[in-house]
């Protein structure tokens, strides 16, 4: 079982594509299922989200992946 904890800050989205930025989250939630059981997602900047891993009852995240907005394709490109 994961808990995915959601801060995400409806304005700083500012691109209109919903779809995207669901499968975006989706995606974020559910990479690498079995190894973190804990992940948050934010928002920090204008469009792109980025997604912090942990191991359970660690305070220091084990792995971090932003998803960053491309305006040119409308599309979410993941990097870590």
Known sequence: MRTVEL???MEKIHHPEVKELSYTI???STWALERF???KIYNDMIDDLTAYYYKEGKE???YV???VWR???KEYTFHS
Do not use: H, W
Request: proline share 11%; glycine share 12%; charged share 15%.
């Open 7 to 9: 801060n995400i800050d």
């Open 26 to 28: 989706g995606y974020l």
């Open 37 to 39: 059981p804990i992940v």
């Open 60 to 62: 220091k995240p084990a």
């Open 65 to 67: 992946i932003g998803a």
């Open 71 to 73: 305006e040119s394709s």
